[in-house]
C-alpha cells in the first residue's frame, strides 16, 4: 500500500490534533489531510506479543481497511493503534470494532457516496 504514514511527525500530528474513537480492541485517530487520498498508519505495541502476533494484527488491519476504504470519507488521515484484545480478536471482531470506530468519527460514507 502506498498510501501510508510512516512519519513519525505524522503519527504525533494525528495524536496532538486528531479526533479518536475507541472500541474494546482498536483506537481509531482520524485527521483531514490535503493529499487527494486517504493514508493509515498503524501502531501494535512491544506489550502486545512476538512478532508473529504484531504482525497477524497488522495484516488483519491493513486487510480490514483495504476492504472499506472506499467506503470512507477521502482525504483522511487514519492511525489504528491496536489494543490488548486485538492479540485474540477475529477478522471479524476486529472489522467490527473498525467499522464501529468510523462511524463514531463520522467517516463513513452513504452509498451514494456522501457524507449522511
Keep these: 500500500m502506498k498510501n501510508t504514514l510512516k512519519e513519525n511527525r505524522d503519527f504525533r500530528r494525528l495524536y496532538a490534533r486528531g479526533h479518536s474513537a475507541s472500541s474494546d480492541c482498536l483506537v481509531v485517530y482520524a485527521l483531514r489531510n490535503k493529499y487527494g487520498a486517504g493514508r493509515l498508519g498503524i501502531t501494535v ?38 489494543r490488548h484484545r486485538a492479540v485474540t480478536a477475529s477478522y471479524e471482531q476486529m472489522e467490527r470494532a473498525f467499522l464501529r470506530c468510523t462511524r463514531q468519527l463520522g467517516l463513513n460514507l452513504t452509498k451514494e457516496g456522501k457524507l449522511p
Excluded at 477521502?74 to 492511525?79: R, W
Aim: charged share 35%; hydrophobic share 40%; glycine share 8%.
Design 45 to 82: 505495541g512491544v506489550k502486545l506479543g512476538g512478532a508473529v502476533q504484531r504482525n497477524r494484527i497488522k495484516r488483519l488491519i491493513r486487510e480490514v481497511y483495504r476492504l472499506h476504504r472506499d467506503e470512507l470519507r477521502p482525504n483522511t488521515d487514519l492511525v489504528v493503534v491496536a
